[in-house]
């Protein structure tokens, strides 16, 4: 009986150090991984880099690193006033509003930014089913033969002639109602139209100092060079009304400028384009590098709308559907690009169109030492507000109460 149970408990001791034994021999579980910067809707925290990224419109793998700020903009709908949308009077404000008919187009976005040594960098994608580069082209009338260019405030939906846009809102400083209203704190209907023609709502300050820093990229126009548009919301004085306007560009040059002139035609004064590449197609600015080369000055027109280039060379619109409104490959740029100068050249950018959105990564000092320029300071949260021009001259959708944090 003694020699039975001496052989179960050495069984059962057998047993439990074999199952100790395995159990030493079992590894710990991996860690799970660190924790991915994540993503907000309401914040842009700003990354810290180790190493500059390519401004070349491919996302480097550092991005990865870099929280996501995610959202989407909407375009308001305006009440209608009773003003033009266009120069030549069609449509008018009283049955149409000014964003009409963008009224409540959506774009989706994501942002991310990082800074290293004295520099700050974006990336911004945002979906968009058109690279629109197709800005007011010049086209012509054979019924008036006049030379006209493609509505700038579009009448219908397919009326739609004019470039992608994004643009950034930064205070400086105080900026009364900025923090809970962003772009609508500078934003103002007026009491009263000063002249028929005038547009119902300006961009203003109401409180003399403040001022707000404004980035505005443009896809045609600021094309050349690569640039941003710096520009500022300023303070205006009383009395307010639809010529109240307190939104200018940094100091410095623009980096276009419209191609047109007027001339006489032996009848009247008309407005023709300034410069055209002759028997060019599809194209939609003219650069400062082409001028005395595929870009040649037109000299003269005539009562039927033909043209007369610098060299003796003739361009005869009348019965080539080449330059009809709307469809014409051969119709003209409305601008001339050249680089922009001085403060209103801080801000670098690299725009890819990828066939179905943008891609754009861009850069500035974080101090340029102007007073007309937001400090990003990476000790201080910083309210600012975004918006999305999809084909549109000033129809935007709006995402208003955003922040930036930095990660030190």
């Known amino acids: 009986m003694k020699t039975k149970s001496f052989l179960m408990l050495m069984t059962l001791g057998g047993a439990l150090l074999f199952t100790t034994s395995c159990k030493d021999d079992v590894e710990d579980p991996p860690p799970p991984p660190p924790p991915g910067p994540g993503e907000s809707t309401t914040e842009l925290k700003v990354a810290k880099f180790t190493s500059a990224p390519d401004m070349d419109g491919t996302i480097d793998d550092m991005w990865a690193n870099a929280q996501k700020l995610v959202g989407t903009t909407s375009v308001p709908t305006l009440d209608?006033?009773?003003?033009?949308?266009?120069?030549?009077?069609?449509?008018?404000?009283?049955?149409?509003?000014?964003?009409?008919?963008y009224s409540g187009e959506e774009n989706d976005f994501t942002l991310r930014a990082g800074y290293k040594d004295d520099r700050i960098y974006f990336l911004m994608e945002w979906v968009d089913g058109d690279d629109s580069k197709d800005r007011q082209s010049w086209y012509f009338d054979e019924d008036d033969h006049l030379w006209k260019g493609e509505h700038k405030y579009a009448n219908e939906v397919n009326d739609k002639f004019y470039e992608d846009k994004f643009a950034f809102l930064f205070p400086i400083g105080e900026v009364n109602n900025f923090s809970s209203s962003t772009c609508y704190a500078t934003c103002h209907q007026a009491s009263s139209i000063a002249t028929p023609k005038d547009k119902h709502t300006?961009?203003?300050?109401?409180?003399?100092?403040?001022?707000?820093?404004?980035?505005?990229?443009?896809?045609?126009?600021?094309?050349?060079?690569?640039?941003?548009?710096?520009?500022?919301?300023?303070?205006?004085?009383?009395?307010?009304?639809?010529?109240?306007?307190?939104?200018?560009?940094?100091?410095?040059?623009?980096?276009?400028?419209?191609?047109?002139?007027?001339?006489?035609?032996?009848?009247?004064?008309?407005?023709?384009?300034?410069?055209?590449?002759?028997?060019?197609?599809?194209?939609?600015?003219?650069?400062?590098?082409?001028?005395?080369?595929?870009?040649?000055?037109?000299?003269?027109?005539?009562?039927?709308?033909?043209?007369?280039?610098?060299?003796?060379?003739?361009?005869?619109?009348?019965?080539?559907?080449?330059?009809?409104?709307?469809?014409?490959?051969?119709?003209?740029?409305?601008?001339?690009?050249?680089?922009?100068?001085?403060?209103?050249?801080?801000?670098?950018?690299?725009?890819?169109?990828?066939?179905?959105?943008?891609?754009?990564?861009?850069?500035?000092?974080?101090?340029?030492?102007?007073?007309?320029?937001?400090?990003?300071?990476?000790?201080?949260?910083?309210?600012?507000?975004?918006?999305?021009?999809?084909?549109?001259?000033?129809?935007?959708?709006?995402?208003?109460?955003?922040?930036?944090?930095?990660?030190?």
């Open 80 to 101: 209608p006033r009773d003003t033009y949308l266009n120069s030549d009077g069609e449509g008018t404000e009283e049955d149409l509003g000014l964003f009409y008919p």
């Open 202 to 408: 300006r961009h203003y300050l109401k409180e003399d100092g403040q001022l707000v820093d404004m980035w505005h990229w443009k896809r045609v126009r600021g094309t050349y060079m690569g640039q941003i548009d710096d520009q500022q919301m300023t303070y205006v004085a009383p009395p307010y009304d639809s010529g109240s306007n307190g939104r200018t560009g940094d100091e410095g040059g623009a980096g276009y400028a419209n191609n047109s002139q007027t001339l006489f035609n032996g009848s009247v004064d008309v407005s023709v384009p300034l410069y055209v590449v002759p028997n060019g197609t599809d194209y939609y600015w003219i650069s400062v590098d082409d001028f005395g080369g595929s870009a040649v000055l037109v000299e003269s027109v005539d009562e039927m709308g033909v043209l007369t280039l610098l060299g003796g060379a003739t361009i005869d619109p009348n019965g080539d559907t080449g330059y009809a409104q709307g469809s014409g490959n051969k119709r003209i740029p409305s601008v001339t690009t050249h680089a922009f100068t001085g403060g209103r050249a801080d801000i670098e950018i690299t725009a890819v169109y990828t066939g179905s959105g943008w891609i754009c990564e861009f850069t500035r000092l974080l101090d340029t030492g102007d007073v007309d320029d937001v400090v990003f300071d990476i000790t201080e949260e910083l309210d600012f507000g975004l918006a999305i021009f999809d084909n549109a001259a000033i129809a935007h959708g709006i995402k208003p109460g955003l922040k930036m944090t930095y990660v030190q």
